[in-house]
């Protein structure tokens, strides 16, 4: 009898095979001790190495280089994770993040960013990081505006200049995210994209009136505002109606081998432009006492950007009760289609336009409906009462037929 050979045993490889190697090195953790990271915060980290599928020992090694990699990256999932994890009081994990930066205030009043850990790739707009940070913003500065907390003297002081500060680093890294990661014409179609893919919310209902700061005579708004997300509206990007692209300080300013260039002589009128109609990131919920204890009034700004809005003042509001003026958002209660309906009225009538939907909301003592809102009733009055003319003249027209018709009976 023929004996049969018995087939090879395969044996697999399970993920406790390798459990050895899920961890960090004794130089790795006291690195990560050294960067001030709690022992909750290092769990929290070892964690995430075993929260994927190890084929290999090769895989796991690649995995603990990204994973190294994206601890130094501020608000990678794995340092939002170590934050929310690390304790502590809210003001010193504020604390804790601007020392990783290594913020320190320049001679102009700038915030340069000098540590070694950077901002993570994945940091979106909406991110869990930034309602974390911001939460303990609120938390730290709940009683007293953060520019009478930054007059004062000590810790708490220098605390609530830099936080102030470094909320314009948010902004630069919004809108190099946005820029970099999603597909588009100009920024606006990227910001849209953003928003389709990441399926948030945005918020087209807040003033954009320090963003629209003007030389000479104000005649209307170059520029809209974006927020985001809807509810918390953290994060701002300032669209040009013209370009369709964003408008920000991050456009402009310069590097050396220092940093970032703060001189304002080193920039000309035009920059200051840019600087003074420039984003800016929300510690506060707007339309709450917080927007305003940390978001309006807020500590001195950096030489640069006071000297842009030296230059270049803003219109006040057409409601605003003790000034009124002649702004008017034309992005309002219609969001993108506000921008959409504004793009179809020709360069050279917009200022037109833009009297007659400031006339319009003044007279009718409304709340700004945005320009879509406006634009598509006035062309619908002027659709009817075009039919309403060619009915009337089609009458006459009939009425002149026939009267010619009996002038030429009486004739023959």
């Known amino acids: 009898m023929k004996l049969r050979t018995a087939a090879p045993i395969k044996i697999k490889r399970s993920k406790g095979q390798f459990r050895g190697n899920l961890d960090f090195t004794s130089a790795q953790e006291q690195s990560l001790s050294e960067d001030g990271w709690s022992k909750g915060a290092i769990a929290a980290a070892k964690k995430a190495l075993y929260q994927a599928d190890w084929s290999s020992l090769k895989a796991i090694q690649q995995r603990q280089a990204r994973l190294w990699q994206a601890i ?136 954009a009136t320090y963003h629209n700061r003007y030389q000479g005579e104000f005649k209307l708004p170059d520029n809209f505002k974006v927020q985001v997300p809807e509810k918390e509206k953290m994060s701002e990007f300032i669209v040009n109606f013209k370009t369709g692209n964003f408008v920000s300080e991050w456009n402009v300013l310069q590097l050396d081998d220092d940093g970032i260039i703060t001189d304002p002589s080193a920039y000309d009128n035009e920059d200051l432009k840019a600087i003074a109609d420039t984003e800016s990131f929300n510690y506060g919920q707007v339309h709450k006492a917080s927007h305003r204890l940390l978001d309006i009034d807020h500590p001195a700004d950096g030489q640069l950007r006071r000297a842009a809005v030296k230059a270049y003042p803003y219109e006040h509001d057409f409601n605003d009760d003790d000034a009124p003026g002649r702004y008017i958002d034309i992005v309002k209660g219609g969001g993108r289609f506000d921008y959409y309906a504004w793009q179809q009225v020709k360069e050279e009538d917009q200022a037109y336009w833009y009297q007659a939907f400031l006339t319009y909301c003044q007279e009718h003592k409304m709340k700004n409906p945005g320009f879509a809102y406006f634009y598509n009733a006035q062309l619908k009055r002027d659709e009817e009462m075009a039919e309403k003319e060619a009915k009337l003249e089609a009458k006459a027209e009939k009425r002149r037929a026939k009267k010619a018709k009996k002038a030429g009976k009486h004739e023959q």
């Open 72 to 207: 130094h990256e501020v608000g990678s999932p794995v340092y939002t994770a170590m934050y929310r994890a690390q304790g502590g009081s809210p003001a010193e994990r504020l604390n804790f993040v601007l020392q990783h930066f290594g913020a320190v205030i320049d001679d102009f009043g700038f915030l340069q960013l000098t540590g070694s850990y950077r901002f993570s790739s994945e940091l979106a707009p909406h991110s869990d990081f930034y309602k974390l940070f911001r939460t303990d913003v609120q938390h730290t500065f709940k009683s007293e505006s953060l520019a009478d907390i930054a007059e004062g003297n000590g810790e708490l002081a220098t605390l609530a200049q830099k936080i102030h500060l470094l909320r314009y680093h948010f902004d630069r890294h919004n809108v190099a995210y946005i820029r970099s990661t999603y597909p588009g014409d100009d920024d606006f179609q990227k910001l849209l994209n953003y928003q389709s893919f990441c399926k948030v919310d945005f918020d087209y209902q807040t003033d």
